[in-house]
């Protein structure tokens, strides 16, 4: 999680929908097959929130996203010449290939990383380097809680919490060390 400024400053010098695929995959910690998958339906750019239909997430329940200021600048990019339903089009009016990223990796000489793993960069930045409470650290990656009781009165979304959290993600993201 440290690596990850530099790292995106480099993925943002990239060409192509994968790389902005993969830098929307990070910025909103969402799964790959969320993001390619993602329809212009589901977003609302002035509220910025993107909320995925329960049916594409892996717990079955709807999941609403706070998007910060640079991933709503990447959907406002791509809507400019967007001509399909998907946000991440492919050939044909489908989506993106879930490979795509793990293609653009590859092209990066970081063929060390996976897509998916961006959301264990995430968790352990959330974790070991922020005050964000574990329960919002969870819900924003879409974590279902193991703890049956637990889970029973957990009934909030605490998505105010996580626009703050998905804020700090971005700005750390953002963040380059000096040399």
Request: charge should be positive.
């Amino acid at each position: 999680w440290r690596e990850i400024g530099p790292f995106m400053q480099e993925l943002r010098g990239m060409p192509g929908a994968a790389a902005l695929a993969v830098e929307f995959i990070i910025l909103t910690a969402c799964r790959t097959s969320e993001a390619i998958n993602a329809q212009w339906r589901e977003f609302d750019l002035s509220a910025k929130v993107w909320t995925i239909p329960a049916d594409r997430m892996k717990a079955g329940k709807e999941h609403a996203i706070p998007l910060s200021d640079r991933a709503i600048g990447i959907l406002r990019a791509l809507r400019d010449q967007s001509e399909g339903e998907f946000v991440f089009p492919g050939p044909k009016g489908r989506p993106l290939s879930n490979m795509a990223g793990l293609q653009l990796l590859k092209r990066m000489n970081r063929a060390d990383l996976t897509v998916h793993g961006f959301r264990s960069t995430f968790r352990d930045w959330a974790g070991e380097s922020t005050a964000h409470p574990r329960e919002v650290i969870e819900h924003a990656l879409a974590h279902q809680l193991k703890d049956k009781a637990e889970a029973a009165y957990q009934r909030g979304t605490l998505f105010e919490k996580r626009r703050a959290l998905m804020a700090d993600w971005a700005a750390y993201c953002d963040t380059v060390p000096a040399t």
